[in-house]
Structure formats: structure tokens, C-alpha cells
């Protein structure tokens, strides 16, 4: 197998691990048949009357069939909102565990087509509320909430209109806000985000089972924390918006709005009745990963699961990484290339502040290992993209682009292949299948990349200041280095994996 099929097999591998179904049946059981009790990672909440479902985000189909096997009759009413497409798309991929059996008693809503609100998705937001204002202290209403729940369950607070949250929202990701910062200004400017919902199903029990597509799982970021305790004021969400030069155009709405909004995050007792529980994350789907790859025979290492950052940072963060273990394979581990590898890697990371990342540690496990067996780096997490230009493509396609130019340069300055010779490819994808507004999922590279690219009359550089990578991949090589994959029906961030081996000395 070539390296870049290893990359393909690795990749699926992470996402299956995640799929919704196997996951959902490890964290919950429901159990006992006279005073039912469900079961919850350890967890036991009793199913004093009626059982409700609710459900927004990209991976929430597979996660509510699954769940609608496990509670049978006990369930009596559910709705979900979906992305659109999902089950047609699932369906012709043959995904059938992930789609609701015929008589089922869950509402499927989709909407939020290109992972923005609209019509479609208000009109589910405003079915789960109603259900959820109905309910009373004997019922139990399960949550299953998964990345992309934001878009999916938009309810702004009057009088802002919905074109008016999409456009702002739309402006501050163009802007290169981070996911928790995009998500503290719709958590403010919603009535069902930042704890909305939970409030709102009070008194009934509230139990959410969380798929966290968010660097270190923080309850309230994730989908914009509908059932949980948000930590964020107001103050927050106006330093957000002057950050990002927003806080002079503001529409009216928004304006009247941010001028009413309590100053205090809503008191933690609120929230007694809530229980939030994530049940998979990314950190699953990298250990999966790692797992396989070893059974390919690789030396793996996962370097973190909290990427974050400019993408062009983490681009020279990973061809730093592959410079340094093709310096290894070429017998230069120690000497002064090395060393200033090393030094300019630490520098790096020390600017990213990747939470948790202890690179000093990484590059020594690194070091350790030698050119006998492949070498596997696995990461995960979202990078940020500043758009300058108007072209298509997603951060996972433009991540590859700019390791691909990285590579490139590196060769063109050494004059040569990397030291040793070896074989390296770069692979980065969005677990959901879906890079941006793009059909692909992200896309392969590896050093070769550019100068092929230019013998097709392809620049790849002008492609990436146009921010144009899907553009790009899919006129080079028949588009034979995008990942495509098709919505998978779940979602924990992005994943990258990058294959080196030894090749022969010229
Ligand atoms: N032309 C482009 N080139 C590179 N990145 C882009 C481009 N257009 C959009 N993006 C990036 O794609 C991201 C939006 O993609 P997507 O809708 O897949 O978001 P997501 O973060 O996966 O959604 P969610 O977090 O809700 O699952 C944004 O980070 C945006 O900057
Ligand atoms: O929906 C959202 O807000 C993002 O996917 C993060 O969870």
C-alpha cells in the first residue's frame, strides 16, 4: 500500500471510530422495566414519565437512531434538526444504521445548508421549543447535541432578524474569530444558545449527550452550549465584536439587543436540573488512528488534539516537524540543522500556545525513533483562516496547499530533496466530510505537489492568495488529491496525519 492509501485508511478508521451509533451504544443503556432508569456513562437518571428527544448538529441523525433503538417504547415524541442532504447522502453511501427506521416517532427537520441558519433550521428551532416549554417536572428530555449545532438551532432574540445574526456571524469568521468567540456572540444574541434550552425545559430532567467538536471540550462553546451554564456577560461579547471591528456597524437590532442583555452570566443553580455528558471527541478518533497505524507498522505519535491557529502557522508547524524526522532518517538527529529545526519549532509553538501541547516532549519521543520503521504524526483540532480572497476551498484543503508550498520551498532551498530522502505525505480532514463550503473533506499533499501542479500550468501560490485550495484540487491531477468522503454523520474537528519513510539513498 502506498502511503497515502495508509493516510486514506487511517483517516476512515478515526472517523468510524466516532461514528454516532457505536458511540451512543457505549455511553448509554437504558435499564430495569417497572421504574426504568437510564443509564448514562455510570450515570443513572429515572424515567419517572414521559421520555422526549431533541437534537441539533451534523452527527445528530446517526446519534438519535441509535438512540431511538436503545429507548424503544418508552420515547413518545422527538425532533431533530440536520444539515440538508444528510439523509439523502447517507442513504446512497449505504449508511442505513444511521437513518430513522420508518415509523419512527422522531421529526426530522434539515436546514442550514452550507452550515449557515436559515428558514428551514428557525422552523425546527421553533418545533424543539415549543416541545421543550411544554414539558413538566416528570419528564426526562434527552439532548443530542453534535458539532454544527449552532447553525442548526438559530434563535435570534427579538427584534434581530435571522439575514442579520447569519451576516454578522458570517463577518466575524471572515475575520479569523476563533469558534469560542464566534460562539460567545450568538450565545448572547439567542434565545436558545447559552443555556436557552435547558432553561427553557425546566422542570423537566435534562440530560445532553454531547459529540464535542471543540478543543478541550468546554460544555458551553460546544453547538453554543443550549443546556449548559454559560460563563460569559455581555462585556465578552462587545470586546468580541470591537476586536474584530464590528461594534460600529452594528444593525439596530443587534445594538438594542446587546443594550438589554443581562450583565451576569445566568446563576449556576439554574441549571441543577441539567446534566451535560460528552461522549466523543476527538481525542477518540486520533487514538483509533494511532492504534492503526501501528498495525501498519509505523512508529505513531500523536502530537495534540488542540491545534489551533492561523493556518499558516501550523503549516510551518508541520513542515518543521517533517524536516526535522527526515533530518533524523539521514542520520542528522543531532548536529546544528537539527538543533535549529528544533529551536525554530519551540519558538513556534511557544507564539501558538496550543493548550496543552508540550512540544519539548514530542520532539524528544521523536528523536528517539529511527529510520527502521515509518513514521506517523497525528494531530487534531481547527485551524483559523483570515480569508483575504474570494475563492472556494475550506481550512483543511488550504492547510495542504500551504504544507505542500512549505515542502516545496524547503527542497528549493537545500537545493535538493529533503536529506535522506524520504517519502512524505500530508494529509488533513474534516471528520464531518465536509471542508467549508466545499464537497471535499480536505485533501492530500506532499512535496512533488507544487512543481506537478506547475507542470499542469497550475501556480499553486496564486491559488492560495485567492484562498481558492478547493479550486485548486480539483483541477490538479483530475482532483486526485481531495479527500472526498461525503458526509460521514459525525463530527469532531479535523484531523491531520502526516506518513514519512526512509526511501533509498541516490
Ligand atoms: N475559501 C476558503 N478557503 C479556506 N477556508 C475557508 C474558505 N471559505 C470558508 N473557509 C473556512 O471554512 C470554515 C467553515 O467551514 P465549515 O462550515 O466546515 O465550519 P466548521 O467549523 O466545520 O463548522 P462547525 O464548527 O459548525 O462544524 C471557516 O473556518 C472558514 O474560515
Ligand atoms: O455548532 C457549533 O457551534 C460548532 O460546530 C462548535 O460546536
Known amino acids: 500500500m502506498s502511503l497515502r492509501e495508509h493516510a486514506l485508511s487511517l483517516f476512515r478508521s478515526a472517523v468510524a471510530t466516532v461514528r454516532p451509533a457505536p458511540m451512543l451504544k457505549r455511553a448509554m443503556k437504558l435499564q430495569g422495566d417497572g421504574c426504568p432508569q437510564l443509564l448514562v456513562k455510570g450515570q443513572a437518571f429515572p424515567v419517572k414519565r414521559d421520555l422526549y428527544l431533541v437534537g441539533f448538529g451534523k452527527a445528530v441523525l446517526g446519534m438519535a437512531a441509535a438512540a431511538e433503538e436503545i429507548l424503544g417504547d418508552h420515547l413518545v415524541q422527538g425532533i431533530i434538526n440536520v444539515p440538508l442532504g444528510i439523509q439523502e447522502s447517507l442513504q446512497r453511501a449505504g449508511m442505513q444504521e444511521m437513518l430513522l427506521k420508518p415509523h419512527s416517532k422522531i421529526q426530522v427537520i434539515e436546514g442550514a445548508k452550507n452550515n449557515l441558519p436559515d428558514p428551514e433550521a428557525l422552523k425546527g428551532t421553533a418545533a424543539i421549543q415549543e416541545l421543550a416549554e411544554g414539558l413538566t417536572a ?8 453534535s458539532g454544527g449545532g449552532s447553525a442548526l438551532l438559530p434563535a435570534p432574540i427579538p427584534p434581530i432578524l435571522l439575514e442579520e445574526k447569519e451576516k454578522l456571524t458570517k463577518m466575524l469568521a471572515s475575520r479569523g474569530a476563533a469558534i469560542q468567540e464566534l460562539n460567545i456572540v450568538r450565545k448572547t444574541l439567542s434565545l436558545l444558545k447559552g ?5 427553557l425545559a425546566y422542570p423537566a430532567r435534562v440530560v445532553s ?3 464535542s467538536d471543540v478543543i478541550g471540550d468546554p460544555l458551553d462553546i460546544i453547538a453554543s452550549g443550549p443546556t449548559a451554564a454559560s460563563s460569559h456577560s455581555v462585556q465578552d461579547c462587545l470586546r468580541i465584536l470591537a476586536k474584530y471591528n464590528l461594534l460600529h456597524n452594528l444593525p439596530k437590532s443587534v445594538e438594542t439587543v446587546l443594550s438589554c442583555s443581562p450583565t451576569k452570566p445566568t446563576a449556576l443553580e439554574d441549571y441543577s436540573h441539567v446534566c451535560n455528558i460528552i461522549i466523543g471527541s476527538n481525542t477518540l478518533a486520533l487514538d483509533e488512528a494511532k ?3 501501528e498495525g501498519l507498522g509505523y512508529a505513531a505519535l500523536i502530537l495534540s488534539t488542540a491545534i489551533c491557529g492561523e493556518v499558516g502557522h501550523i503549516a510551518t508547524l508541520y513542515c518543521q516537524l517533517i524536516r526535522l524526522v527526515c533530518l533524523s532518517f539521514a542520520g542528522l538527529g543531532e548536529g546544528p540543522l537539527s538543533d535549529e529545526v528544533r529551536g525554530n519549532l519551540l519558538q513556534l509553538a511557544a507564539e501558538l500556545e496550543i493548550p496543552g501541547l508540550n512540544l519539548a516532549e514530542f520532539l524528544q519521543a521523536l528523536q528517539r525513533l529511527g529510520p527502521e520503521r515509518p513514521v506517523c504524526i ?7 483562516v483570515q480569508l483575504q480572497g474570494t475563492g472556494k476551498g475550506g481550512r483543511n484543503q ?3 496547499l500551504r504544507v505542500g508550498l512549505g515542502l516545496h ?6 537545493g535538493s530533496s529533503p536529506p535522506g530522502r524520504c517519502e512524505i505525505i500530508f494529509l488533513s480532514g474534516g471528520t464531518d466530510g465536509q471542508d467549508g463550503p466545499t464537497e471535499a473533506a480536505g485533501a492530500f499533499c506532499s512535496p512533488e505537489l507544487v512543481d506537478e501542479a506547475l507542470q499542469e500550468g497550475l501556480d499553486a501560490e496564486a491559488f492560495l492568495s485567492n484562498n481558492d485550495s478547493y479550486t485548486f484540487f480539483s483541477q490538479f491531477q483530475g482532483g486526485r488529491h481531495l479527500l472526498v468522503t461525503g458526509l460521514t454523520g459525525t463530527n469532531v474537528m479535523d484531523i491531520q496525519a502526516i506518513l514519512i519513510r526512509a526511501t533509498e539513498r541516490s
Open 138 to 145: 416528570d419528564d426526562l428530555l434527552l439532548v443530542l447535541i
Open 195 to 199: 443555556g436557552g434550552l435547558a432553561r
Open 209 to 211: 449527550l454531547i459529540l
Open 291 to 293: 492504534r492503526q497505524a
Open 378 to 384: 497525528l494531530a487534531g483540532g481547527e485551524t483559523t
Open 398 to 400: 488550504e492547510l495542504a
Open 409 to 414: 520551498r524547503a527542497q528549493a532551498t537545500e
